[in-house]
Protein backbone atom coordinates (compact mmCIF):
# COMPACT_ATOMS: atom_id res chain seq x y z
CA UNK A 1 0.00 0.00 0.00
CA UNK A 2 2.77 2.27 0.82
CA UNK A 3 4.52 1.40 -2.13
CA UNK A 4 1.63 2.32 -4.59
CA UNK A 5 0.91 5.67 -2.60
CA UNK A 6 4.71 6.56 -2.89
CA UNK A 7 4.41 5.54 -6.82
CA UNK A 8 1.69 7.53 -7.35
CA UNK A 9 3.37 10.65 -5.73
CA UNK A 10 5.96 10.40 -7.74
CA UNK A 11 4.05 10.20 -11.40
CA UNK A 12 2.28 13.40 -10.05
CA UNK A 13 5.00 15.11 -8.76
CA UNK A 14 6.69 14.57 -12.49
CA UNK A 15 3.75 15.50 -14.08
CA UNK A 16 3.83 18.97 -12.33
CA UNK A 17 7.23 19.24 -13.19
CA UNK A 18 7.06 18.28 -16.55
CA UNK A 19 4.01 20.53 -16.77
CA UNK A 20 6.06 23.57 -15.06
CA UNK A 21 8.68 23.30 -17.73
CA UNK A 22 6.99 23.10 -20.69
CA UNK A 23 4.94 26.46 -19.71
CA UNK A 24 8.62 28.36 -18.52
CA UNK A 25 9.69 27.26 -22.19
CA UNK A 26 6.09 28.10 -23.64
CA UNK A 27 6.58 31.87 -22.37
CA UNK A 28 9.84 32.27 -23.50
CA UNK A 29 8.69 31.66 -26.68
CA UNK A 30 6.04 34.26 -26.11
CA UNK A 31 8.40 36.84 -24.16
CA UNK A 32 8.61 40.11 -26.21
CA UNK A 33 12.06 40.81 -24.07
CA UNK A 34 14.50 40.31 -26.64
CA UNK A 35 17.82 39.85 -24.74
CA UNK A 36 15.54 37.89 -22.29
CA UNK A 37 14.72 35.49 -25.00
CA UNK A 38 18.85 35.16 -26.07
CA UNK A 39 19.97 34.57 -22.85
CA UNK A 40 17.78 31.69 -22.11
CA UNK A 41 18.39 30.18 -26.06
CA UNK A 42 22.04 30.69 -24.76
CA UNK A 43 21.23 28.54 -21.70
CA UNK A 44 19.53 25.86 -23.76
CA UNK A 45 21.88 25.77 -26.10
CA UNK A 46 24.54 25.46 -22.94
CA UNK A 47 22.51 22.58 -21.63
CA UNK A 48 22.36 20.06 -25.04
CA UNK A 49 18.70 21.43 -25.71
CA UNK A 50 19.05 22.03 -29.43
CA UNK A 51 15.72 21.98 -29.87
CA UNK A 52 14.32 24.38 -27.58
CA UNK A 53 17.02 26.57 -28.28
CA UNK A 54 17.16 26.15 -32.39
CA UNK A 55 13.09 28.33 -32.66
CA UNK A 56 14.64 31.15 -30.38
CA UNK A 57 17.36 31.39 -32.39
CA UNK A 58 15.49 31.49 -36.10
CA UNK A 59 13.05 34.59 -34.51
CA UNK A 60 16.06 36.61 -33.37
CA UNK A 61 18.09 36.06 -36.19
CA UNK A 62 15.10 37.80 -38.20
CA UNK A 63 15.02 40.57 -35.28
CA UNK A 64 18.76 41.46 -35.35
CA UNK A 65 19.91 41.29 -39.02
CA UNK A 66 21.84 43.57 -40.03
CA UNK A 67 22.68 43.98 -36.86
CA UNK A 68 26.44 42.64 -35.17
CA UNK A 69 24.55 40.16 -32.79
CA UNK A 70 22.93 38.89 -35.70
CA UNK A 71 26.61 37.30 -36.49
CA UNK A 72 26.69 35.08 -32.88
CA UNK A 73 22.94 34.28 -33.21
CA UNK A 74 23.45 33.02 -36.43
CA UNK A 75 26.43 30.39 -35.41
CA UNK A 76 24.18 29.22 -32.57
CA UNK A 77 21.88 28.66 -35.12
CA UNK A 78 24.14 26.61 -37.21
CA UNK A 79 25.28 24.32 -34.47
CA UNK A 80 22.11 23.97 -32.93
CA UNK A 81 21.44 21.83 -36.39
CA UNK A 82 24.51 20.22 -35.59
CA UNK A 83 23.78 19.64 -32.08
CA UNK A 84 20.89 17.83 -33.56
CA UNK A 85 22.53 15.29 -35.95
CA UNK A 86 21.00 17.24 -38.98
CA UNK A 87 24.69 16.81 -40.83
CA UNK A 88 22.89 18.45 -43.83
CA UNK A 89 21.72 21.72 -42.63
CA UNK A 90 24.23 22.54 -40.60
CA UNK A 91 26.86 21.98 -43.35
CA UNK A 92 24.84 24.26 -45.15
CA UNK A 93 24.67 26.54 -42.60
CA UNK A 94 28.62 26.46 -41.83
CA UNK A 95 29.04 27.16 -44.99
CA UNK A 96 27.06 30.04 -45.43
CA UNK A 97 28.23 31.92 -42.47
CA UNK A 98 32.02 31.56 -43.63
CA UNK A 99 30.85 33.33 -46.76
CA UNK A 100 28.22 35.62 -44.92
CA UNK A 101 30.78 36.63 -42.21
CA UNK A 102 34.99 35.99 -43.23
CA UNK A 103 36.49 37.69 -40.47
CA UNK A 104 34.37 36.61 -38.13
CA UNK A 105 36.05 34.82 -35.01
CA UNK A 106 33.52 31.64 -35.52
CA UNK A 107 34.34 31.21 -38.64
CA UNK A 108 37.84 29.02 -38.70
CA UNK A 109 35.24 27.02 -36.99
CA UNK A 110 32.52 27.13 -38.88
CA UNK A 111 34.88 26.61 -41.99
CA UNK A 112 35.89 23.01 -40.27
CA UNK A 113 32.50 22.11 -39.00
CA UNK A 114 31.38 22.26 -42.77
CA UNK A 115 34.01 19.63 -43.31
CA UNK A 116 32.95 17.41 -40.70
CA UNK A 117 29.82 17.41 -41.35
CA UNK A 118 30.47 15.89 -44.74
CA UNK A 119 32.78 13.42 -42.98
CA UNK A 120 30.20 12.56 -40.66
CA UNK A 121 27.50 12.14 -43.71
CA UNK A 122 30.27 9.79 -45.75
CA UNK A 123 28.84 6.76 -46.15
CA UNK A 124 30.86 2.92 -45.97
CA UNK A 125 32.49 2.32 -49.60
CA UNK A 126 29.49 0.11 -51.13
CA UNK A 127 27.39 3.66 -51.76
CA UNK A 128 27.26 7.02 -53.74
CA UNK A 129 30.28 8.87 -52.03
CA UNK A 130 29.61 12.43 -53.30
CA UNK A 131 29.80 13.60 -49.49
CA UNK A 132 33.08 11.52 -49.16
CA UNK A 133 34.17 13.92 -52.19
CA UNK A 134 32.75 17.05 -50.37
CA UNK A 135 34.56 16.49 -47.20
CA UNK A 136 38.06 15.93 -48.83
CA UNK A 137 37.28 19.06 -50.93
CA UNK A 138 36.27 20.76 -47.61
CA UNK A 139 39.04 19.70 -45.02
CA UNK A 140 41.82 20.66 -48.47
CA UNK A 141 40.33 24.05 -47.93
CA UNK A 142 40.65 24.27 -43.93
CA UNK A 143 43.90 22.97 -44.34
CA UNK A 144 44.87 26.12 -47.45
CA UNK A 145 42.81 28.91 -45.22
CA UNK A 146 43.95 27.87 -41.80
CA UNK A 147 47.80 26.30 -42.14
CA UNK A 148 48.72 27.01 -38.73
CA UNK A 149 45.39 25.84 -37.30
CA UNK A 150 45.57 23.88 -34.31
CA UNK A 151 43.42 21.41 -36.38
CA UNK A 152 45.38 20.74 -39.57
CA UNK A 153 46.26 17.66 -38.24
CA UNK A 154 43.28 16.18 -37.49
CA UNK A 155 41.92 17.40 -41.40
CA UNK A 156 45.22 15.52 -42.78
CA UNK A 157 43.77 12.66 -41.13
CA UNK A 158 40.48 12.53 -42.20
CA UNK A 159 41.57 13.23 -45.77
CA UNK A 160 43.63 9.89 -45.47
CA UNK A 161 40.57 7.77 -44.03
CA UNK A 162 38.02 8.86 -46.37
CA UNK A 163 40.88 8.60 -49.60
CA UNK A 164 40.98 5.20 -47.89
CA UNK A 165 37.18 4.63 -48.37
CA UNK A 166 37.32 6.06 -52.36
CA UNK A 167 40.32 3.22 -52.51
CA UNK A 168 37.92 0.54 -51.49
CA UNK A 169 34.71 1.90 -53.44
CA UNK A 170 36.35 1.95 -56.88
CA UNK A 171 38.38 -1.40 -56.15
CA UNK A 172 35.15 -3.07 -55.72
CA UNK A 173 33.71 -1.26 -59.12
CA UNK A 174 36.99 -2.81 -60.78
CA UNK A 175 36.39 -6.10 -59.48
CA UNK A 176 32.75 -6.09 -60.52
CA UNK A 177 33.90 -5.17 -63.87
CA UNK A 178 35.81 -8.24 -63.96
CA UNK A 179 33.12 -10.34 -62.86
CA UNK A 180 30.53 -9.12 -64.83
CA UNK A 181 33.11 -9.57 -68.05
CA UNK A 182 33.60 -5.99 -68.68
CA UNK A 183 37.56 -7.05 -69.44
CA UNK A 184 38.23 -3.75 -71.16
CA UNK A 185 36.93 -1.44 -68.47
CA UNK A 186 38.39 -3.51 -65.70
CA UNK A 187 41.67 -3.23 -66.73
CA UNK A 188 40.73 0.40 -67.22
CA UNK A 189 39.85 0.45 -63.53
CA UNK A 190 42.34 -0.98 -61.86
CA UNK A 191 45.44 0.87 -64.10
CA UNK A 192 43.42 4.02 -62.77
CA UNK A 193 42.95 3.02 -59.73
CA UNK A 194 46.74 2.89 -59.27
CA UNK A 195 47.51 6.09 -61.07
CA UNK A 196 44.88 7.76 -58.65
CA UNK A 197 46.41 6.63 -55.34
CA UNK A 198 50.21 6.12 -55.33
CA UNK A 199 49.38 5.29 -51.73
CA UNK A 200 46.76 2.37 -52.79
CA UNK A 201 48.06 -0.70 -50.25
CA UNK A 202 46.80 -3.36 -52.60
CA UNK A 203 48.47 -2.02 -55.63
CA UNK A 204 49.91 -6.12 -56.41
CA UNK A 205 46.80 -7.01 -56.62
CA UNK A 206 45.54 -4.79 -58.81
CA UNK A 207 47.95 -5.29 -61.23
CA UNK A 208 47.48 -9.01 -61.29
CA UNK A 209 43.94 -8.26 -61.94
CA UNK A 210 44.38 -6.10 -64.55
CA UNK A 211 46.83 -8.39 -66.17
CA UNK A 212 44.04 -11.29 -65.59
CA UNK A 213 41.22 -8.65 -66.92
CA UNK A 214 43.12 -7.56 -70.56
CA UNK A 215 44.31 -11.43 -71.00
CA UNK A 216 40.81 -12.18 -71.14
CA UNK A 217 39.69 -9.51 -73.10
CA UNK A 218 42.25 -10.26 -75.71
CA UNK A 219 41.04 -13.77 -75.58
CA UNK A 220 37.46 -12.94 -76.69
CA UNK A 221 38.86 -10.35 -79.36
CA UNK A 222 38.20 -10.72 -83.23
CA UNK A 223 41.04 -12.93 -84.94
CA UNK A 224 42.54 -9.45 -86.42
CA UNK A 225 43.45 -7.67 -82.56
CA UNK A 226 44.68 -10.79 -80.75
CA UNK A 227 48.12 -10.56 -81.72
CA UNK A 228 48.30 -7.22 -80.80
CA UNK A 229 46.21 -7.41 -77.26
CA UNK A 230 48.21 -10.77 -76.21
CA UNK A 231 51.21 -8.89 -76.94
CA UNK A 232 50.29 -6.58 -74.55
CA UNK A 233 49.73 -9.02 -72.05
CA UNK A 234 53.07 -10.12 -72.52
CA UNK A 235 54.33 -6.71 -72.10
CA UNK A 236 52.13 -6.05 -68.56
CA UNK A 237 53.61 -10.00 -67.53
CA UNK A 238 57.16 -8.22 -67.57
CA UNK A 239 56.40 -5.32 -65.71
CA UNK A 240 54.43 -7.10 -62.97
CA UNK A 241 57.70 -9.47 -62.49
CA UNK A 242 60.08 -6.64 -62.48
CA UNK A 243 57.79 -4.83 -59.75
CA UNK A 244 57.14 -8.30 -57.68
CA UNK A 245 59.38 -10.66 -58.39
CA UNK A 246 58.07 -12.70 -55.34
CA UNK A 247 54.29 -11.71 -55.65
CA UNK A 248 51.91 -14.26 -53.97
CA UNK A 249 49.75 -13.96 -57.81
CA UNK A 250 52.89 -15.45 -58.84
CA UNK A 251 51.55 -18.82 -60.09
CA UNK A 252 48.34 -17.43 -61.54
CA UNK A 253 50.63 -14.56 -63.58
CA UNK A 254 52.83 -17.20 -65.16
CA UNK A 255 49.54 -19.18 -66.26
CA UNK A 256 48.16 -16.02 -67.77
CA UNK A 257 52.13 -16.06 -69.64
CA UNK A 258 51.97 -19.37 -70.69
CA UNK A 259 48.76 -19.29 -71.74
CA UNK A 260 49.47 -15.80 -73.96
CA UNK A 261 52.48 -17.07 -75.60
CA UNK A 262 50.59 -20.47 -76.56
CA UNK A 263 47.78 -18.02 -78.48
CA UNK A 264 50.72 -15.81 -80.10
CA UNK A 265 52.35 -18.96 -81.71
CA UNK A 266 49.04 -20.28 -82.84
CA UNK A 267 48.32 -17.00 -84.55
CA UNK A 268 52.19 -17.28 -85.95
CA UNK A 269 51.55 -20.43 -87.53
Same mark, same amino acid.
Given at each position: ????????????????????????????????????? !? =?? &? $?? #?????? +??? @???? *? %?? /??????????????????????????????????????????????????????????????????????????????????????????????????????????????? !? =?? &? $?? #?????? +??? @???? *? %?? /?????????????????????????????????????????????????????????????????????????????
Amino acid at each position: MFKNITYIFFVITSMIVISACSNNYQNVLKSSDNDYK !F =EK &A $KS #YYNDGE +YFK @ALPI *F %EE /LMNVHKGTQKAEKIYFYYAYCHYGQNDYLLAAYHFKNFAITYPSSTYTEESQYLFAYCHYLMSPKSTLDQTNTHKAIEAFQLFVTLYPTSEKVEKCNNYIDELRITLQKKD !F =EA &A $KL #YLKLEY +YKA @AKIS *F %EN /LMLNYPDFKQKEEASYLAMKAYYKYALGSVQEKQKERFTFVVGMYQKFMGKYPNSQYIKEVETIYVNTNKNLNKLNI
